[in-house]
């Protein structure tokens, strides 16, 4: 199997994705996201999706060449058109300007419509909290959750992300999907032809499968229940319901070229923390030592960056058939 740099996978992925109709801008933004997940242990949000960005390249489901539009009705908050083009670009946008606005009003919201997938939802949350800022991000996907008791799904599996910063380190960073395990986990497993666990998903019948391909046309298992599914509501209201965007039901999916755009939507909050008090980013310190003063213990998101400083030193092994296909494509 290859072994990629960091910046040659970025190059190989931005190859494919230009090839195929993306802007550079495009492209690098979202060669950036999809090879930070691979460095960062998230394989379903990686590079296993360059096939399937292409392939909705290719149908005009997603515009490689859009441009976010960024508007600021409100001091505080930011309005993202990302008209129907990859999300990153549009999280790019966010990610530049709520910090200003954030150190400006003490609070800022951007709220992203016309979007597609935004992958490893702790990648912007985590760009935040390193500019100094305490950020929230909410996103929702493509109908793949029913309601509790029931068997259709009309909800995502819908990330939520939080990150804040800690003093001469890396800050935490939360990042979760509310079903239990992100479906992206699943299209990768039918890629490579391998079961799932018991417990990931349900059949169209609604029963427990260990089939990727049953799973992906059946439902999620959320996350916590009957919680999860309300949490997952939660997320469709603010990510969607009020940035204008599609709710889950209403999206095409992600996971291929069929149909029109999925027009879902994100909602980024980003809090100034000297805004709210002089000592909170110490006080998150004192949390966080408690914490890791346990044997054992570790905060969320250790494991992310452990893995992202071994790629960085030693490159990313992708398998020989992934490598092949994104050459190709």
Same mark, same amino acid.
């Given at each position: ?6 910046s040659?996978?970025? %190059? !190989?992925?931005?190859? $494919?994705? @230009? ?84 150190v ?8 992203? +419509?016309?979007?597609?997938h ?5 990648q912007p ?11 929230l991000?909410?996103?929702? @996907? ?13 909800l995502? @599996?819908?990330?939520? $992300? ?35 666990? %018991? ?19 059946? @439902? ?8 999860g ?15 204008g ?10 996971l291929?070229?069929?149909g ?37 213990? +570790?905060?969320?998101?250790? +494991?992310?960056?452990a !893995?992202?400083?071994e790629?960085?030193?030693?490159? !990313?092994v ?6 092949? %296909?994104?050459?190709?494509?």
């Amino acid at each position: 199997m290859p072994t990629l740099s960091v910046s040659a996978a970025e %190059e !190989l992925v931005a190859g $494919a994705l @230009t090839r195929n109709g993306a802007s550079a801008d495009a492209a690098s933004s979202v060669a950036r996201a999809l090879v930070g997940a691979e460095a960062d242990g998230l394989k379903g949000h990686g590079l296993s999706r360059v096939p399937t960005y292409v392939g909705q390249l290719r149908a005009g489901k997603v515009d490689g060449r859009a441009k976010p539009a960024v508007t600021r009705p409100k001091p505080g908050v930011v309005a993202i058109d990302a008209a129907h083009g990859f999300a990153y670009p549009a999280l790019d946008a966010a990610v530049d300007v709520l910090p200003q606005v954030a150190v400006e009003q003490g609070i800022a919201a951007a709220a992203i +419509r016309r979007s597609h997938h935004c992958g490893a939802a702790g990648q912007p949350v985590e760009a935040l909290a390193n500019a100094g800022q305490v950020a929230l991000l909410f996103a929702n @996907t493509p109908a793949a959750m029913a309601p509790w008791g029931g068997r259709t799904a009309v909800l995502g @599996t819908n990330p939520i $992300a939080f990150a804040c910063p800690l003093p001469g380190r890396a800050p935490i960073v939360i990042d979760l999907s509310l079903s239990k395990v992100a479906r992206g986990n699943i299209l990768a497993a039918r890629q490579r032809g391998e079961p799932i666990p %018991e417990g990931w998903a349900l059949d169209a019948e609604g029963k427990p499968t260990t089939d990727p391909v049953a799973a992906l046309e059946g @439902t999620m298992a959320p996350l916590g229940d009957a919680k999860g599914v309300a949490l997952a509501l939660m997320v469709e209201l603010l990510a969607a319901g009020l940035t204008g965007s599609r709710y889950a039901g209403e999206a095409s999916s992600f996971l291929d070229d069929k149909g029109d755009p999925p027009g879902t939507g994100q909602l980024i909050i980003a809090l100034s923390p000297g805004a709210l008090s002089s000592s909170a980013v110490e006080r998150f310190a004192v949390l966080a030592e408690a914490i890791e003063s346990q044997d054992g213990a +570790r905060l969320p998101g250790a +494991r992310r960056l452990a !893995l992202r400083q071994e790629a960085e030193r030693r490159g !990313l092994v992708i398998s020989d058939p992934l490598a092949d %296909e994104i050459s190709q494509l």
